[in-house]
């Protein structure tokens, strides 16, 4: 996420791991998803909503994901040191 969000959100990238666009079929579903995150990280919401409509679900459970790992890390390193 902190990649995404130094990212210039209109460059275009040479690098993919889409499997789809490996094989050389240029639509796919997930497709935009990135550049969607990149330009809610940005503060251009309707860019995001274009981009994909899904890219603001996606940064929403994401960052909540990080949230709760980052907190739950947190909890099992006080219970470690009040044991010791």
């Keep these: 996420m902190l990649s995404m969000a130094f990212a210039a959100p209109a460059d ?9 666009k490996l094989m050389g079929i240029g639509w796919c579903p997930g497709c935009g998803l990135g550049h969607s ?3 809610l990280l940005h503060g ?8 994909h409509w899904l ?7 994401i960052i909540n994901r990080i949230w709760v790992l980052t ?4 909890q099992e390193h006080r219970l470690f040191r009040s044991a010791a």
């Design 12 to 20: 275009e990238s040479h690098f993919t791991l889409c499997p789809l």
């Design 55 to 61: 890219g603001i679900p996606a940064a929403i459970v």
């Design 37 to 39: 995150i990149i330009y």
């Design 71 to 74: 907190r739950s890390r947190m």
């Design 44 to 51: 251009d919401v309707a860019a995001s909503f274009n981009a």
